[in-house]
Each structure stands twice: as C-alpha cells, then as structure tokens.
C-alpha cells in the first residue's frame, strides 16, 4: 500500500503536523508511524508543560514566530477540546543587581515579539504576586501559562483519526529509501511525501548520503517536586534570568496543571539518546555524541559550566541551592525526585547549539531537525508551516 503522506513520531510535532495537512487537504492517505505503543511517550510526554509566551526568542526568528502563532493556536484548541489550562502568568527574577539589566533585554525582546502587559516590577512588587520569592527586581510575564501536553497530544491523536489519519504503532523506521521508508522488520512502505518528526532521532533519519552540519546531542533535564505541604511556596511560574549563551532557561519552579509544583530541568549529557537516567547508556549514541567536532569545541568552551551541571544533578543540596536563590525558604527536605526529560538539542560542527527551530525541505520530504523547547507550544504552528511547505 502506498500512502500520500508518511509523518515518522508522533510526538507533539509529528501529530500537529499530521493534523495540518489532513486539516488543509481532507481525504489524503496519511500515515503516522511511531516506533512506541502510545503517542508523546518521549519529549512530549517529559516536558515542563508550560505554555510559552515567546518573550525569549529573537524577533523574527522561526522560533518567536511560530511560538506567537502557536500559541494562540493553542489555546483555541484547548479551549474547543475541553482541555484544563491555565494562564497563571510568570515571574523572571532576577536575584541580583548584575542581572537586572537583562530583565530589561527580556522586556524589549517580548515587546518587539508583540507581547503586551509585560511589567517590570520593584522586589516589593514582585512579592505581591509571588510572595516567598527573593527578588531584587522581576519581569512579570501575564501570558505564560500551563498545560498537560500529553493530554494534548492524545486528543491531536483522535483528531487525526477521525479526519482519517491511520497510526502505525510500535513500528521503527531504520532508513529512508527511495519512495518510501524502511522498517525495522524490514518492510518497505511507500510513501509520495514525507515528515520527518524524530525528535531525538531525527538527524538519523536524514537523507542517504546527506551531509548534515549538525547533530542532535541529547540534554537530559532532571526534575524535583516540592512535597505537598510546600506547595503554598510557589503559586505560578518563577524563572530565572536566563544566560544568553544557552537555549536553555535554568532550573524553574513549575506549577503543573494537576497542582503539583516541579522543580528543574537542568541540563546535563545524556549517555543515551533516550537516557532518562545516569545509568541509561548507550554505546552507540554516546560514541556519536564524543566523536562530533562540535562536541569537542563545546566542552572546550564551557566544560566549566557542564561540570557544574553535573555536580547539581549528582547532589541534592547543590541542587537546592540554585532553588534557593529564587526561593530562600526551600530546604532540601522540601524536594522529592520528580522524572526527566531528553531534549533533543541540535550542535553544529563548530560547537554551537542551535538557538532557532531548524525546518528542512528536500525532495519530497521535510526534515525536522531541531525542535526543542518551546517546541511544545509552537506545535500548532509548526504543523501549519510544515503542511504548506511539503506541497509547495
Ligand atoms: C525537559 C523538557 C522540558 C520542556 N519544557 C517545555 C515546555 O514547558 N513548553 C514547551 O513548549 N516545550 C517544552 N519542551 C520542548 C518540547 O517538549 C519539545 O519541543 C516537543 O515535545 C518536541 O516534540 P517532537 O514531536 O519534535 O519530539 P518528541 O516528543 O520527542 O517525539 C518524537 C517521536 O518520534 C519517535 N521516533 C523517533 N525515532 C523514530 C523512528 N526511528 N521510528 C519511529 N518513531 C521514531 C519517538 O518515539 C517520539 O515519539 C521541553 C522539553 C524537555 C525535554
């Protein structure tokens, strides 16, 4: 059987762009193939659960774009589905004088990505609305919010069933090959047009012979969760500054959606592509991580800030301590362990990570490349972009 459309991963990413394309050209023959029983069983499925604002991003870039967009998309969709969220707001503190001026950065970034609201507050201010935060300045962010993408996923799941989608589960695409995709069983399906969606895989699946200039380098984030009775200390979302030189944000407190408060990711190697714990290791993926150039001059350039890194994931109280500069009453007693997530973090060669979303046409197929946060958020609208590329 020869489908029009093979998307491979139903994560967030795969399942908004299967539900795009069958949303822009009803009656395609379209096909999800996941190599997992279930949908969002990995980045989808481990992640924060916020729904971003798009104050971070460079204006103009894809990420603020399709962040803005998806977000509104987003919402739309929750609120058709009957899906729990809440736009709780958040705060980003800043702990000490030197990082007030990037509070300043962050306000310009969010306006000119057309954020309204956005307010810098005194430390006196910032304690009405987060009063066990140690701030000596803050930003108050009032459309971040907070969602269960793995119920999102699930219900893109049914819609695209319903709009005739089929889902191939428990299957693993090995390679691509001429006009279709192989499984790990060996079979060929056929294919006119295909998505690469692979998260942390997807530069695996690139086309034969394709000389990528990046890979994917996987970032383990761990979490924490504050024990039920001090959850009172944290009622939104408390962020701090982040350092300019990383896509990541740095250790956050989270509400969940369920009430729950979390409290991480941080961001350390994994030695495995899905190695959601130390003792996951992968030979294969870790001898792919060591032997990338890129790789190389990362570590060169900020082995100080990974080891770091890897002190605060192996020790409780280090861990701690980073919460404390936002939240000084926490005590490690307060934390219990929480789960993880892997993102999939494009490098290049010359050792830089991939700040924006990384989208590829080639032939007949588009390539996901680099999705990480807030890949969740722009899921919608990375679906849209994705669905009007792969027939122009
Ligand atoms: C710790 C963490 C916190 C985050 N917090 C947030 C947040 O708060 N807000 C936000 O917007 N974003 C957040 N993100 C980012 C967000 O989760 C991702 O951008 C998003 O989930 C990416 O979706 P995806 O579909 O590309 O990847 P995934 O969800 O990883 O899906 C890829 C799918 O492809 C499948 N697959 C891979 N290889 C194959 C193969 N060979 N054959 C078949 N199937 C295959 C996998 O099994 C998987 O299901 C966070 C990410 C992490 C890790």
């Not at 810098?120 to 910032?126: D, F, R, T």
């Not at 930003?139 to 793995?150: E, H």
């Amino acid at each position: 059987m020869k489908y029009d459309v093979i998307i491979i991963g139903a994560g967030i990413v795969g399942l908004a762009t299967a539900h795009a394309i069958l949303e822009a050209r009803p009656g395609l023959h379209l096909a999800v193939v996941e190599k997992e029983p279930g949908p969002g069983r990995h980045q989808t499925g481990h992640n924060s659960g916020v729904l971003h604002s798009g104050i971070y991003y460079r204006p103009g870039s894809r990420k603020a774009l399709t962040c803005r967009r998806g977000y509104t998309l987003m919402l739309r969709f929750l609120e058709q589905e009957g899906i729990d969220f809440d736009i709780c707001g958040k705060l980003i503190v800043a702990t000490d004088n030197a990082e007030v001026a990037g509070l300043g950065l962050l306000r310009d970034r969010g306006q000119a990505n057309g954020l309204d609201g956005l307010r810098l507050l005194s430390a006196g201010e910032s304690r009405e609305i987060e009063p066990h935060v140690a701030a000596c300045a803050a930003l108050w962010v009032p459309q971040a919010g907070i969602v269960d993408y793995g119920r999102v996923a699930a219900t893109l799941q049914n819609r695209v069933e319903q709009r005739g989608g089929i889902f191939l589960f428990n299957t693993r695409i090995l390679s691509l090959v001429n006009g279709g995709v192989r499984t790990d069983t060996g079979e060929v399906v056929e294919c006119t047009r295909l998505v690469n969606c692979a998260g942390l895989y997807s530069d695996r699946l690139a086309p034969a012979g394709k000389n990528l200039d990046h890979r994917i380098v996987p970032f383990r984030g761990e979490f924490y969760q504050l024990k039920s009775d001090r959850q009172n200390l944290v009622k939104g979302l408390v962020y701090p500054v982040p350092d300019p030189r990383f896509p990541f944000l740095g250790v956050h407190l989270t509400r969940r959606i369920d009430g729950s408060v979390e409290a991480g990711p941080n961001a350390v190697l994994a030695l495995s592509r899905e190695g959601y714990r130390w003792a996951q290791v992968n030979p294969r993926d870790l001898a792919e991580t060591l032997a990338w150039p890129g790789f190389h001059r990362l570590v060169r350039r900020y082995w100080r800030t990974g080891y770091d890194e890897m002190r605060r994931s192996l020790s409780k109280r280090r861990f701690t301590q980073a919460l404390q500069r936002l939240v000084p009453e926490l005590d490690s007693a307060d934390l219990v362990p929480g789960g993880a997530g892997v993102r999939a973090q494009a490098l290049d060669r010359a050792g830089n990570l991939l700040d924006d979303f990384l989208i590829e046409k080639d032939g007949n197929a588009v390539h996901v490349y680099n999705a990480p946060s807030p890949g969740a958020t722009a899921s919608l609208a990375i679906g849209e972009f994705i669905a009007d590329r792969i027939y122009s």
